[in-house]
């Protein structure tokens, strides 16, 4: 099956830092990836639309200054937190579509 | 505006049980319905993905099916093992490409004992 990466699988950062998370699908191309946030022991909520030489959509909540998406080829989005806060500590997992979505393994961030 | 709900939250049998694990959603207008697992601290690997003009899938000792009309569908785990002990999430798209934006459930945590 399709795979896709995520880069870093673990970071851990300093409050007001910037963190970026690298997100590849590595044996195809894909046009639209997504970025999911999971808080513990909760499920996965979907964060924004990464569309390949466009702007991001983002979900109602979801502040686009402060989670900046790029999606600049076919096999790689990028999403930054900026500014990171304790309360941004979470599990973010990205996916990336063909007739269905295949998931990355995740990226655990926390923020001291 | 699409909700999925899963029935129970948590779930412990022992070994060698079957279990069926359940599935509920708000609009029944989908474009598939995918299952998937989720191991404490890991990624989602995928299950079962049913289109909305199927009625089931099977995998091995997993069986998904799906009733559209009422929105349902049920997750069957047939002889269940330890190593099925896991979080089962159950998600709905409403289109593909752009617009296959995935609505998940809370899911299942399931425990099966030795």
């Known amino acids: 099956g399709a795979v896709v990466s995520q880069h870093p699988s673990r970071v851990i950062c300093k409050s007001g830092t910037s963190v970026k998370i690298e997100c590849r699908s590595l044996?195809?191309?894909?046009?639209?990836m997504f970025w999911y946030r999971q808080f513990p022991k909760q499920s996965l909520m979907l964060m924004a639309t990464?569309?390949?030489?466009?702007?991001?959509?983002?979900e109602q909540g979801v502040e686009k200054d402060k989670f900046l998406i790029n999606h600049a080829s076919l096999t790689l989005s990028t999403l930054t937190v900026t500014s990171a806060h304790p309360e941004d500590s979470s599990f973010y997992i990205c996916?990336?579509?063909?007739?269905?979505?295949?998931f990355g393994p995740g990226t655990r961030l926390t923020v001291l | 505006k699409q909700e999925v709900t899963q029935i129970p939250a948590a779930l412990s049998v022992p070994e060698g049980e079957n279990l069926v694990l359940n599935c509920s959603f708000t609009?029944?207008?989908?474009?598939?319905l995918q299952w998937f697992r989720q191991d404490p601290g890991k990624g989602l690997t995928s299950l079962l993905l049913?289109?909305?003009?199927?009625r089931e899938q099977t995998s091995g000792r997993l069986n998904a099916s799906l009733d559209k009309s009422s929105g349902r569908s049920t997750l069957y785990i047939a002889a269940s093992q330890p190593g099925d002990s896991a979080t089962y999430l159950c998600?709905?798209?409403?289109?593909?490409?752009?617009?296959?934006?995935?609505?998940f459930g809370q899911g299942t945590t399931l425990q099966v004992k030795p």
């Open positions: 044996d195809f191309q894909a046009t639209t």
């Open positions: 996916s990336a579509s063909l007739n269905e979505q295949f």
């Open positions: 609009d029944s207008a989908i474009y598939n």
């Open positions: 049913i289109q909305s003009s199927q």
């Open positions: 998600a709905v798209s409403h289109g593909s490409g752009n617009t296959g934006k995935l609505i």
């Open positions: 990464s569309n390949e030489g466009s702007k991001a959509t983002y």
